[in-house]
């Protein structure tokens, strides 16, 4: 079984991939490929975060009473990025170029240092106090 760290930040790199796409589209005018890569970077963003909020950050408090300092932390990240994945979603209908752009920058840049503070703290920490089994199946409690 792979790793916290390994399957978390695979699930990273495979949101930058779909993020990335539809920043592509958008540059390119390509409006409803766009609406389809954001649709499904929205989608996997969100179910990364929801494994990290139902799993692995109540296990970690659990274990280590002073993770909730940095739980806390990336979950305030995680609202913001949430914030800003909607401002696509807006800029998007309106076919607003310049606006998608500036709010993927920020949500870009944001990712970048949310995912460091994980990939190198909070993933590794992990991986040293849970079990790889933590994680579980798709979180919301819908395992088959």
């Given at each position: 079984m792979a790793s916290i760290s390994e399957t978390l930040g695979?699930?990273?790199?495979?949101c930058d991939g779909l993020f990335a796409a539809a920043e592509a589209a958008v540059?390119?005018?390509?409006?409803?490929?766009?609406?389809?890569?954001?649709?499904?970077f929205r989608d996997?963003?969100?179910?990364?975060?929801a494994?990290?909020?139902?799993?692995l950050f109540p296990a970690l408090e659990a274990v280590e009473p002073n993770a909730q300092g940095p739980t806390g932390v990336m979950r305030?990240?995680?609202?913001?990025?949430?914030?800003?994945?909607?401002?696509l979603v807006q800029a998007l209908a309106a076919r607003d170029r310049e606006r998608y752009l500036g709010a993927a920058e920020?949500?870009?840049?944001?990712?970048?240092?949310?995912?460091?503070k994980e990939e190198h703290?909070?993933?590794?920490?992990?991986?040293r106090l849970l079990?790889?089994?933590?994680?579980?199946?798709?979180?919301?409690g819908r395992d088959a």
């Open positions: 695979e699930e990273h790199r495979h540059d390119a005018g390509a409006w409803e490929e766009a609406a389809a890569r954001l649709a499904d996997a963003l969100e179910s990364h975060l494994l990290e909020e139902e799993r305030q990240e995680h609202r913001h990025m949430r914030a800003l994945a909607e401002e920020t949500l870009l840049v944001l990712m970048q240092q949310h995912n460091a703290v909070l993933y590794p920490m992990s991986d079990e790889p089994k933590t994680l579980g199946g798709p979180p919301g």
